[in-house]
């Protein structure tokens, strides 16, 4: 058995970990390309999201490289994410694909077909090393995104362009070579020394942007275009509604470690603009953006694959924070069609206004 | 004086009409429709929906505004679930939120109607909107009991063999007594999300237009829930869209059947749910070699073109009925 999975930002780092432990043979699909984009958008749904596209585009060139099972999760709706693993299955049979699918559905609805599967991956593994490799796949994801934390700090403030894109992938490297606990305990803590030796400008102005949306555009950069590294560039320290940690505990772990209630907080701050619950982050959304605009942040951005239901509906109601707040808000919608040229255009335009405004605002 | 009761002519309206208006008047409100859907209530959907909503909620935002000055109370309310485990779709969760943005209209009854846990909700919600008109009991479980009746007779109505828009003239009883039209010499199975197949305006009046070209037309609504549960059970996971379940079930079953010559697949330009159904319907379709035409309708569709690509459909289902072209392209 050969185990790939999709790619979603770094998630790769964590999973290969948990694989690596129980000693399961992976191919991590090569990183996603424009060419893992043309294989998806020509074989996929032409009006399906653009992580299905992605995602099929991944396992199509994670079994050219031998892989014959993939690893993914699953959902009960409403958003479409929960028939991901089906049509692509569907799709990829018809194309002469031979892959196996394990799919980890959320466990309210299929707990008892969640050790089978999990004994399908580990095969003859002893359950203690099995939550011993999830709990090391875990650490490493919160290793991950106290980097891309810092990163985004970071970036704005850099006294030499680059240095931090620099610093940040020796640091993901560091993080992802470790292959115990105590070496990664290790490799953290020099990832922290590396980051912090980026020389910054203290005096430089920055404005704080907060990032929302559909979770796979927000941590993919491939798909949202590396928004985060172009913002970092015009001297804007972004703010991520969603890490990877935070999802792996929503969705595999069920909100059982901690930090449910970042999701709650947003939940509940939705309302009276978003009274319910519409599938995907859609309501995380729009309480994130109320959330954002209380903590003083200068704007909010929002990024979401072409067709996405949920968002499509915060994105309609999203105007309405910012007139009640004072604050702004920016959509990007991603598709294959996107380019980067125009986005980059929008952005310098976004940030010229919040500068302006905030000076404004100062003066005042 | 009755209050007014405002309902939007789209969405589930298709579905529920019958049950919404008999539950209303039981309570002693008066009914009133928006009007049927014309490019004006489109513009101005068009112009008050964020741009990249699907067609049926852009014209449900124009029926709304249709009813403002209308109706005293508009009912809306959040279908979250209207079957156990299944939802119908993120966008009529959201639907209340985006609608009470709108300037100028009357307060909306946006009762939450949800039967993803189970069935009792539904009474609860009937028993809140209830509440709005009346605070007798026993007329509320009347009004309850009397709308059930109806929608059921409707529901067989639809299983007859009607369409929607002759299903309501039945029990409406304003049938005109016109000679049954010959039936046609092929028949096609018509899949589509019912507020986009029913509206005559978004279709382009598809349903009309088959009809007069000499084909008869099977729709998923003309299925027993049951058949359609039983077909779609055969996916490898069951979905989680009432509707899509419904078009999924109804396509499986339609692929069975010999009297069923082609299929044609209507979706709104970016719906999410058909997406995903639609490229399964569509696989199925090709393996089983029935002739099969996806259309996508859009507020720029224009109408010859829909009309040329039905004609060519329709050429193509006869040609290989008479065997002449057995090479023929299953795909349009």
């Known amino acids: ?10 998630l790769h ?3 290969k970990a948990i694989f690596r432990t129980l000693d399961v043979e992976v191919a991590v699909p090569p990183p996603t390309s424009k060419r893992t984009l043309t294989l998806g958008s020509k074989y996929g749904p032409e009006f399906a999201c653009l992580p299905l596209k992605l995602n099929l585009g991944n396992f199509i060139e994670a079994s050219e490289l031998g892989a014959d099972t993939v690893v993914m999760a699953g959902g009960c709706g409403p958003c479409r994410f929960g028939y991901y693993a089906q049509i692509e299955k569907a799709i990829l049979k018809d194309l002469g694909y031979d892959l196996q699918f394990i799919v980890f559905e959320p466990p309210e609805s299929h707990i008892f077909e969640l050790p089978a599967k999990i004994r399908q991956i580990a095969g003859r593994n002893s359950w203690w090393r099995i939550v011993q490799a999830i709990r090391f796949g875990y650490q490493k994801a919160l290793a991950v995104d106290e980097t891309e934390k810092s990163a985004l700090f970071i970036r704005p403030r ?3 362009p680059g240095s931090t894109d620099e610093a940040y992938r020796r640091s993901l490297d560091l993080i992802d070579c470790a292959s115990s606990p105590g070496e990664l305990a290790a490799a953290r803590k020099n990832a922290r020394e590396i980051m912090d030796r980026v020389a910054r400008d203290p005096k430089q102005p920055v404005l704080k942007v907060g990032f929302v949306g559909e979770i796979y555009t927000l941590l993919e950069p491939f798909a949202n275009l590396d928004l985060e590294r172009h913002l970092g560039r015009l001297g804007v320290e972004v703010d991520r509604s969603i890490y990877l940690s935070d999802w792996v505990n929503e969705h595999l772990f069920h909100g059982l470690v901690r930090g449910t209630a970042t999701g709650k907080k947003a939940r509940s701050a939705s309302s009276p603009y978003l009274r319910h619950f519409v599938g995907g982050h859609g309501q995380e959304t729009i309480g994130e953006a109320v959330l954002y605009a209380r903590g003083g942040y200068d704007g909010v951005i929002q990024v979401y694959p072409f067709t996405c239901m949920p968002e499509i509906i915060a994105q309609s109601i999203l105007p309405d924070v910012g007139r009640d707040y004072d604050t702004h808000s920016l959509t990007f919608i991603m598709d294959e069609n996107t380019g980067e040229a125009g986005m980059v255009t929008r952005l310098e335009a976004f940030t010229d206004l919040l500068a302006r405004k905030k000076e404004m605002k100062e003066a005042l | 004086m009755p209050v007014k009761v405002g309902i939007p002519r789209a969405l589930l309206y298709y579905y529920y009409y019958p049950l919404w208006k008999s539950f209303f008047e039981g309570l002693g409100a008066r009914v009133v429709l928006s009007s049927p859907s014309t490019k004006k209530i489109l513009t101005e959907g068009l112009k008050s929906a964020v741009d990249e909503i699907c067609l049926p909620v852009k014209l449900t935002f124009g029926h709304v505004l249709d009813l403002a000055d209308k109706a005293d109370l508009i009912f ?3 279908l979250i679930s209207i079957k156990k485990k299944e939802y119908i779709c993120p966008k009529f969760l959201g639907l209340p939120d985006m609608v009470r943005r709108l300037a100028g209209i009357p307060p909306l009854i946006d009762v939450n109607i949800n039967r993803y846990k189970g069935n009792n909700e539904i009474c609860l919600a009937a028993k809140e909107v209830g509440r709005l008109f009346t605070s007798n009991s026993f007329k509320i479980w009347r009004a309850y009991r009397n709308s059930l009746k109806v929608q059921k007779h409707y529901f067989r109505l639809l299983q007859l ?9 039945v029990l409406e009883n304003r049938v005109k007594n016109e000679p049954l039209p010959d039936p046609g010499e092929i028949t096609v199975a018509l899949l ?3 507020y986009n197949i029913h509206d005559p305006f978004i279709s382009m009046n598809i349903v009309g237009r088959l009809k007069t070209m000499g084909a008869n037309v099977k729709t998923a609504e003309n299925l027993p829930g049951k058949t ?20 999924m079930g109804a396509a499986l079953h339609y692929l069975d059947r010999s009297d069923i010559n082609g299929m044609i697949h209507v979706t709104a330009f970016g719906c999410g749910p058909d997406s995903m159904t ?5 696989r199925r379709a090709r393996a089983s070699g029935m002739p099969f035409l996806n259309l996508t309708l859009d507020e720029h569709t224009g109408e010859a073109g829909v009309i040329t690509r039905l004609e060519a459909f329709l050429d193509m289902v006869r040609w290989r009925m008479a065997g002449t072209s057995p090479c023929y392209p299953t795909y349009l």
């Not at chain 1, 058995?1 to 770094?10: A, C, E, K, L, S």
């Not at chain 2, 055969?234 to 419904?246: A, D, H, I, S, V």
Request: charged content about 20%; hydrophobic content about 45%.
């Open chain 1, 1 to 10: 058995m050969r185990v790939t999975f999709p790619h979603m930002g770094n």
């Open chain 1, 13 to 15: 780092i964590p999973l």
């Open chain 1, 158 to 160: 850099e006294k030499i």
């Open chain 2, 76 to 78: 809306l309310p959040r």
């Open chain 2, 161 to 169: 063999g009607l369409l929607p828009a002759d299903a309501l003239a």
């Open chain 2, 192 to 194: 589509g999300h019912p």
């Open chain 2, 228 to 247: 359609v549960r039983s077909y779609a059970a055969g996916l490898p996971k069951k979905l989680f869209w009432t509707l899509g379940m419904r078009m």
């Open chain 2, 278 to 282: 639609g490229e399964l319907i569509e």
